[in-house]
């Protein structure tokens, strides 16, 4: 590596940072889809539609996960309304 | 009792031959009486990697459909009498491979063998699957750049779930991080992720850094696992990965660009 190198090299970040910052996240969701009961994703189905009976939402907007915990496991039901702002959660 | 181990990946490649090949005769240049086993059905490459593809007569189907038995099919190594290869077989019938004659075969390999290495296909399909099942260590072959770090992870979702230790509730399989093709050049001048980046994401032991070197390449030309190219980095890389397998403390080398003087530094070279 030259002289001009050394400038040029110090002047711009890398794409290993870019790369780190991606798999960063991905990996964390993967992991955590993973370590979800097989049931989450038929049980978004029914509530999206047991809920768009009633009110008009975003498929999008709706999110079912599962946390666990030491003494308790929590499951989280996020519903955000499309019209009008209003959002529902738990 | 033999302890199995499977060199896998996700992604294809990677170097998950190339591990194989060098863990394996690794393990036998040290006394340790190693089969090592081609689970890539259909694509049948391990036996190129060690340089016996012309004294194949028997494969690892035979055995399992009972065609021949284990001794015709095991191949002796030149090199090490320690040494010996189960050829994968060529056909094209993925369904050939059985859990029960997977078992079978593992079985009686166990019973006068210390070390058995299960080289896994690319992909999640049947090989790899059938690699890892009956695993006691795995060693995950990761390459550093984004789409191997991601299937690597995936592995490890596998290797927690669908091994036989995790369906019998036993303890888990000893997963180990293999980084391969790594140039601390690159690493140095931010364009490839460092060990420590892939370590933070994967979050696994570090068993070995194999720096990308053309040894690599002219071991696979010539037949000749590449940690018998003793003077060579990767050789050298995977004599120390054999050596912290069976529990030496030993630091890795070869992740640092080695340094140049002033006048090369400032004119290049």
Do not use: W
């Not at chain 2, 036998?28 to 190693?34: E, I, V």
């Not at chain 2, 060529?90 to 290495?117: H, W």
């Not at chain 2, 191997?148 to 779930?161: E, K, P």
């Amino acid at each position: 590596m030259g002289l001009l190198d050394y400038f040029r090299a110090s002047r711009k970040k890398g794409s290993a940072a870019v790369a780190r910052e991606r798999l960063q996240i991905l990996v964390a969701h993967d992991r955590a889809e993973r370590h979800q009961p097989s049931y989450l994703p038929k049980l978004q189905e029914e509530l999206i539609a047991v809920i768009s009976k009633y009110v008009k939402i975003d498929r999008r907007m709706v999110s079912v996960s599962l946390e666990r915990g030491e003494h308790q496991d929590i499951l989280e039901l996020n519903i955000v309304l499309s019209e009008g702002g209003t959002s529902a959660s738990r | 009792m033999a302890r199995i181990i499977v060199v896998t990946s996700g992604k294809g490649g990677v170097g998950k031959t190339t591990t194989a090949a060098a863990f394996s005769m690794g393990l036998a240049k040290r006394g340790y009486r190693t089969a090592v086993i081609d689970f890539d059905v259909g694509l049948r490459n391990l036996d190129l990697i060690m340089g016996c593809e012309r004294r194949v007569v028997y494969d690892f189907v035979n055995v399992i459909n009972g065609e021949a038995n284990l001794n015709q099919a095991l191949i002796r190594d030149k090199r090490s009498d320690n040494l010996y290869v189960l050829p994968a077989s060529q056909t094209r019938d993925k369904e050939a491979l059985t859990r029960d004659g997977v078992q079978g075969v593992l079985e009686e390999l166990a019973k006068t063998f210390d070390y058995i290495v299960c080289d896994s296909p690319a992909g999640i399909e049947r090989g790899a699957t059938m690699a890892m099942y009956f695993a006691d260590d795995a060693v995950v072959v990761t390459n550093p750049e984004v789409s191997s770090v991601r299937d690597s992870d995936r592995m490890l979702g596998i290797l927690a779930s669908k091994s036989r230790r995790a369906e019998n509730n036993e303890e888990p399989i000893r997963e180990y991080l293999l980084l391969s093709r790594y140039s601390p050049e690159r690493v140095e001048k931010g364009e490839m992720l460092s060990v420590k980046d892939v370590q933070d994401i994967l979050s696994l032991d570090l068993i070995g850094v194999i720096p990308e070197s053309m040894a690599v390449l002219n071991a696979s030309n010539s037949g000749v696992p590449v940690i018998l190219d003793e003077a060579s980095e990767a050789g050298q890389a995977y004599m120390d990965m054999v050596g912290r397998y069976l529990g030496e403390a030993l630091p890795h080398r070869f992740l640092e660009v080695p340094k140049k003087g002033l006048f090369r530094r400032l004119f290049g070279g």
